[in-house]
């Protein structure tokens, strides 16, 4: 009752039908199964284009103060939509500001202005701009100190592994508001106060993860069959180690750009981040809470910027993670 398999039959048996995919095409290809991390990430794209442009694209000078022009709506030419045609609502009745202020017909605002008459989508694109420059930064110190430092400690062990984390520990124990209090007694506030900041203490809770997930894996199999075979640490580090922690590695990175941005935001609401009249999104905020029952469109809009790249940032990270583990399946 049993026919022997032909030749031909079992060599299309034996036969690999699927393309051989390397470890980022495979994480690509899975990354694109998740829509909306490729939608983020597109977003982020664009938002990260328009920010290095924003120098050319600006329609106006970001600083460039003309009082004449203060509190003006937004407009858009031949778009006849109450709120983005130029138009507010005083008293009972809704008004042309720009006809009331004298404002030439040829000029026009799309996000409307502030209460100095600047261009509020000039200062939004280099708001964000100066807000990404901190974020990226944050991460690369996530990238080189954190990882770096995670695996020396949690690879060495013992008393090394010991003395780093009581290093870790008294840097922790010092918050990042001291810190950068303690910065602005040496240094001028601003940009270079603020990523000295991030750089003492950000990159901690990377360092804290990555040890730990190195003690996990230093006893698996695989590593121990590298070290038999002579194998150094470092070529076991990047072979091994980084691979299987890229989906914790990425997603603590993806988490330090927005708490990045946040911390910023902070610090330049209170008064004590960037120094005026540099826009960042924190400073856009802390100008616009203060008309916001009269004027809300100038907290809306930077609000609206910071909300998005908050979700972008975090949507794209829960797909990274997935496609860059190795143990997850399709």
């Known amino acids: 009752m049993f026919v022997p398999a032909g030749s031909l039959n079992a060599a299309d048996n034996e036969k690999i039908a699927a393309p051989s995919l390397s470890f980022l095409q495979d994480s690509w290809r899975r990354l694109k199964k998740n829509k909306a991390a490729v939608v983020s990430l597109f977003v982020l794209i664009i938002f990260v284009i328009l920010s290095i442009a924003a120098p050319v694209i600006s329609p106006h000078d970001p600083n460039h103060q003309t009082v004449s022009h203060a509190n003006l709506p937004p407009k858009i ?18 008004v042309d500001k720009y006809e009331q202020q004298g404002v030439p017909t040829d000029a026009y605002y799309i996000l409307g202005t502030d209460g100095l008459g600047r261009d509020l989508l000039s200062r939004i694109l280099h708001g964000t701009r100066v807000s990404l420059l901190i974020a990226f ?15 020396v400690s949690g690879w060495a062990g013992g008393k ?4 780093m984390q009581r290093l870790l520990e008294i840097l922790s124990g010092v918050p990042n508001l001291v810190v ?4 602005l007694l040496v240094l001028d506030p601003g940009i270079k106060s603020i990523i000295i900041a991030l750089a003492i203490t950000g990159w901690i809770s990377m360092a804290r993860v990555i040890r730990a997930q190195t003690l996990k894996l230093k006893n698996q199999e695989y590593i121990l069959a590298a070290k038999t075979l002579g194998e150094s640490p470092f070529k076991i580090a990047i072979k091994h180690l980084i691979p299987n922690l890229s989906g914790i590695i990425i997603i603590q990175t993806m988490f330090s750009i927005p708490a990045a941005i946040f911390f910023e935001a902070f610090l330049s609401f209170i008064g004590i981040g960037i120094p005026a009249p540099t826009a960042s ?20 809009y930077p609000a609206a910027v910071i909300c998005i790249l908050m979700i972008s940032f975090n949507l794209l ?8 583990d190795p143990k997850m399946k399709d």
């Open 77 to 94: 030419p031949g778009l006849n939509i109450d709120g983005l045609n130029g138009t507010q609502v005083m008293g009972n009745t809704r």
């Open 137 to 151: 930064v944050a991460a690369l110190f996530d990238l080189t100190i954190g990882v770096l430092y995670g695996l």
């Open 160 to 163: 090394v592994d010991n003395a």
């Open 180 to 183: 950068v209090i303690l910065m």
């Open 281 to 300: 999104l924190g400073t856009l905020i802390n100008d616009g809470y203060k008309t916001f029952r009269f004027l809300p469109h100038l907290m809306w």
């Open 317 to 324: 990270a829960d797909g990274l993670r997935d496609a860059f």
